[in-house]
T-cell receptor, first 112, second 118 residues
Framework: QKEVEQNSGPLSVPEGAIASLNCTYS??????FFWYRQYSGKSPELIMS????GDKEDGRFTAQLNKASQYVSLLIRDSQPSDSATYLC????????????FGSGTQLTVLP | GAVVSQHPSRVICKSGTSVKIECRSL??????MFWYRQFPKQSLMLMAT?????????EQGVEKDKFLINHASLTLSTLTVTSAHPEDSSFYIC??????????????FGEGSRLTVL
């Protein structure tokens, strides 16, 4: 099993809808998780981080972590065309180097 | 917030030449920096972990003699692609972790360097 797995998509949602992005992880990844947004040709930018079970909300974004199921998700409410990008799920490795391991990314398109 | 700067943002070179990419943490000292490579429509793949004052740790499958990493100071790490070939064409991204009490692991990324080898 890959350390971090994502639905590769692509995912299309209409403007104003909720976009749901999902990610699962293996035991080799610790309990810190991050969602990054990457526009084409640009480097990733941090959207959300989550460390505890449950939900964490920041504006239109909600991250959810379920440690028992080893599952982390990102919900984007009231999706906008400007949200169209590739979303990368990342988890921190359990080793001393504390490296970030990325999923393959989900390409999201918000249709106006 | 923390800023990580990468230079150059784009470089085009001939096959067989060497290219150096710099990564600087502008407002914090980074004892550890990470170098990633991203091919088109693929995710970021960790190449190596750069440690200030010591040798870099390379991921499996990454040639340490081809991708030379130097982390001579707490604010600068360099990646040199030696004898570059067209298959080395990629988007190279560095990142650094800002030292904080209760290290949360958050990484700050540079802007990336797009290498094209002709």
């Amino acid at each position: 099993q890959k350390e971090v797995e994502q639905n590769s998509g692509p995912l299309s949602v209409p403007e104003g809808a909720i976009a749901s992005l999902n990610c699962t992880y293996s035991d080799r990844v610790s309990q810190s998780f991050f969602w990054y947004r990457q526009y084409s040709g640009k480097s990733p930018e941090l959207i959300m981080s989550i460390y505890s079970n449950g939900d964490k909300e920041d504006g239109r974004f909600t991250a959810q972590l379920n440690k028992a199921s080893q599952y982390v998700s990102l919900l984007i409410r009231d999706s906008q065309p400007s949200d169209s990008a590739t979303y990368l799920c990342a988890g921190l490795s359990s080793g001393s180097a504390r490296q970030l391991t990325f999923g393959s990314g989900t390409q999201l398109t918000v249709l106006p | 917030g923390a800023v990580v700067s990468q230079h150059p943002s784009r470089v085009i070179c001939k096959s067989g030449t060497s290219v150096k990419i710099e990564c600087r943490s502008l407002d914090f000292q980074a004892t550890t920096m990470f170098w990633y490579r991203q091919f088109p429509k693929q995710s970021l793949m960790l190449m190596a972990t750069s440690n200030e004052g010591s040798k870099a740790t390379y991921e499996q499958g990454v040639e340490k003699d081809k991708f030379l990493i130097n982390h001579a100071s707490l604010t600068l790490s360099t990646l040199t692609v030696t004898s570059a070939h067209p298959e080395d064409s990629s988007f190279y991204i560095c990142s650094a972790r800002k030292p904080l009490a209760g290290n949360t692991g958050e990484l700050f990324f540079g802007e990336g360097s797009r290498l094209t080898v002709l």
